[in-house]
Nanobody, 128 residues
């Protein structure tokens, strides 16, 4: 049973930081890429970042480059998204997702359609 569970969201002031976690069960992150996506009210779901399984190649949306960092801890079967210098426009529900085996993160942000297993999402709100 493949399952992904996001955690770490919450309310933070502009300029603050949060670390999101994506915990996997039913499969090992050793063999899967993991993507982070977000969906703000009234907007389409968009790719935020992706990390490949084999060589750790990553990508980031232009809007978060220099502020967000994706990483993995295979021993804990968890992928993280460290979010610094948060802005109000970062407010969204954040999802992690796993694609089929053999997927590698491209140089550009990932397409949600390529990912078949999704977590339930965690709310991130950036506001004063």
């Amino acid at each position: 049973q493949v399952q992904l569970v996001e955690s770490g969201g919450g309310l933070v002031q502009p300029g603050g930081s949060l670390r999101l976690s994506c915990a996997a069960s039913g499969f090992s992150l050793d063999y899967y890429a993991i993507g982070w996506f977000r969906q703000a009210p009234g907007k389409e779901r968009e790719g935020v970042s992706c990390i490949s399984s084999s060589d750790g190649h990553t990508n980031y949306a232009d809007a978060v480059k220099g502020r967000f960092t994706i990483s993995r801890d295979n021993a804990k079967n968890t992928v993280y998204l460290q979010m610094n210098s948060l802005k109000p426009e970062d407010t969204a529900v954040y999802y992690c997702a796993a694609p089929p085996l053999g997927y590698y993160c491209p140089d550009y942000v990932s397409d949600p359609a390529d990912f078949g297993s999704w977590g339930q999402g965690t709310q991130v709100t950036v506001s004063s």
